[in-house]
Every structure is written in structure tokens, then in C-alpha cells.
């Protein structure tokens, strides 16, 4: 088969489009003829290389995956199939309960084995969830990783609820174009943040009531606080890091909650107790999302209610060209590969 492989981190030379051996499927797992497989911060971190994470290289990076199934037990051959993301021994006490995400021997495709970018992907028969008809390959590979981050955000953490107002940073991304929609699902009044007028827009056309261009309105947690009536919000949805922190702490209400579940301009914060605990404020972590989380943000999107945004579809051997894309903020959304 074709697939994208990195030997060594680097640049976007590090990763090449290379004829390996198919891959062999072993008890319990599944192969899959892939038909798209989406982008995320994750390939630029396998590509990169992270200080002190070991990433099992070589490795064929990509976690969101739809295709069709080659040979997998209790499923016909030619099934369309979405990819559950996330991978777990199934045995543990955290399994059994539901809560996978938690798992000691957890990881993700094309993070700790590899993913599908490339022609086929061997996966566990429990990842694969049938793909809602009413979508293509493209956007069915578009919405596993992100909806699943941003619904765990704000639904299992911060018990997001009708009437609540909620603060989403970098709409454009795919948590943040997620994350908008699901608020929105949810009741929610949502003030998202970009750093295009285009991008801007957008993200007004995903629900938001409001979008502010931080690149222009430097006091932006100012401006969320005026816009909800001088109250504040009640979540903050923080994948951002160090270049927001401060600014989203300050915008949100008494009682209010972020939740982070990444740190893309840095991880080194400062964090002011006395506002923490005057304001009765909480400050969750949040990674990934369970198995049953998925299926439920399936049952969304085959109902037209909850749908992936994808930038661009590029072919596999355009795959530098999407981690540049990626790497510049370029996309809105998702961009996808098709091998």
C-alpha cells in the first residue's frame, strides 16, 4: 500500500509518501480500505516530535478515519465504517465502567500505532462505528477527534446547560468549529473568537451569536464581558494555551468554568489564585472522550444536527501541502486527506 510515514521528526520533509507492505490484521481487529483520513494538531506533533513523549516511530500518522471494511469479524465486507479515534484495553476498571478515555494503556491512532494516512489501517473491530449515511467519506473522517474533545468539554465537564454562555477560543480549528455547534445544540449563547474577518464570519454561520477578531480587538475578554451584559460567560472552551489564558480566565462569571484540553502557544501559565477563589471559578482538564460519547455525536450528525466543516480535500501525495496549510492556521475547520 501507499501511506505517509515519519522515520524521523522534523520539518515537513520528515514525512514522505512511501509503497510499504499492507498491514496484517491480528484476533480482534479489523482492516480497513481508508477513504479519507482528516488532519489534526496531532500529525504536527508526530511530525514534530514532542520533548519526552516517544512517539513509536516509523509511524503513519492520522487518527480520523472513515472507510470500508476489507476483513473485519461481525462486519460485512464493504461496510462503510467510521473510526473510533481513541485506543484502550477494554479490560481495565475504567473500560468496564465506560470511561475508556481514562484507561492506563489508552492512545490514540496514529499517535501511539499507527493511523490512516494511507491506503489501508488496521484498527480494533470495537473502534469502528457505521458511517451516517447522509455524509461523505470526507466529512465522516472530519468529526471523530474534534466533536468527540469538544463534546466531552462541554457536556461531561463542564455540564454545559440551556441558557449558558460560552466562550470558544480559535473558531476556525476543528475543537472550536465543534465546539460552537454543540453549544449551540445545547441552548447555548455562544461568543467565539478568530483571527480573520473570513474566519469571523464563519463561525457565525456555525451558530455563534457573536465573533470576535482578536487580531483587531486585543481586549477581547473585555469585549465578551460587555457583550453578555457586563456578566461574563459561563464556560470557556481553552485549547489555546499560554496566549489566552489570562484573557479567558478574566472573562468568565462567577461560578464559571474552562475547560483545556490543549496548550497550542504554550503550556506555561500564570494563575491567580484570588481570582480563582473570589469568582467561585473551576479550571477543568479535559482529553478526548469514551467510546459511547461517539456513538451518541454519531446519532447527531446522521440527524443533520451536528455536522464536520471541512477547508480542502487533498490527495495523499499533497500531504506536506496540508501539514503546511495546517501548521499556518490557514484552514477553517477540517482538511482532509484521501489515499
Given at each position: ?99 475508556d478515555n481514562l484507561c492506563a494503556k489508552y492512545g490514540i491512532l496514529g499517535e501511539t500505532q499507527n ?31 474534534t466533536m468527540l474533545t469538544a463534546w466531552h468539554m462541554l457536556v461531561t465537564r463542564a455540564g454545559i ?77 481553552e485549547h489555546v494555551g499560554q496566549a489566552t489564558f489570562e484573557g479567558s480566565l478574566r472573562s468568565l ?87
Open positions: 500500500m501507499r501511506a505517509a510515514i515519519i522515520r524521523q521528526h522534523g520539518d515537513l520533509d520528515a514525512i514522505e509518501v512511501e509503497t510499504l507492505d499492507d498491514p496484517v490484521p491480528g484476533p480482534g481487529e479489523a482492516l480497513i480500505e481508508v477513504r479519507a483520513c482528516a488532519l489534526n494538531h496531532m500529525d504536527l506533533w508526530a511530525r514534530k516530535g514532542i520533548p519526552g513523549f516517544p512517539f513509536p516511530l516509523p509511524l503513519i500518522p492520522g487518527c480520523d478515519i472513515a472507510g470500508i471494511v476489507r476483513d473485519a469479524p461481525g462486519w460485512e465486507p464493504g461496510a462503510e465504517v467510521v473510526i473510533q479515534p481513541g485506543v484502550s484495553c477494554g479490560t481495565c476498571s475504567h473500560c468496564l465502567e465506560g470511561r493511523g490512516g494516512c494511507g491506503e489501508l489501517v488496521v484498527v480494533p473491530t470495537s473502534n469502528l462505528l457505521p458511517k451516517p449515511p447522509n455524509i461523505s467519506f470526507a466529512e465522516a473522517a472530519a468529526y471523530p477527534l446547560k440551556n441558557g449558558d454562555a460560552v466562550l470558544v477560543h480559535a473558531a476556525g480549528s476543528g475543537v472550536g468549529s465543534a465546539a460552537i455547534q454543540i453549544a449551540a445544540l445545547f441552548g447555548a449563547t455562544v461568543f467565539a473568537t478568530a483571527g480573520t474577518p473570513e474566519k469571523c464570519e464563519q463561525a457565525l454561520k456555525l451558530g455563534a451569536s457573536e465573533a470576535i477578531n482578536y487580531r483587531e480587538d486585543s481586549q477581547w475578554s473585555k469585549t465578551v464581558f460587555l457583550l453578555n451584559e457586563r456578566r461574563g460567560v459561563d464556560i470557556v472552551i462569571a462567577p461560578g464559571g468554568r474552562m475547560v483545556t484540553c490543549g496548550a497550542t502557544t504554550g503550556a506555561n501559565v500564570t494563575l491567580p489564585l484570588n481570582r480563582l477563589f473570589f469568582k467561585n471559578l473551576s479550571i477543568i482538564g479535559s482529553t478526548m472522550g469514551t467510546k459511547d460519547e461517539l456513538k451518541t455525536i454519531t446519532r447527531h450528525v446522521a440527524q443533520g444536527e451536528l455536522r464536520a466543516t471541512v477547508d480542502r480535500v487533498l490527495p495523499l501525495d499533497s500531504v506536506k501541502e496540508a501539514h503546511r496549510a495546517l501548521e499556518a492556521r490557514e484552514a477553517f475547520g477540517k482538511i482532509v486527506i484521501t489515499p
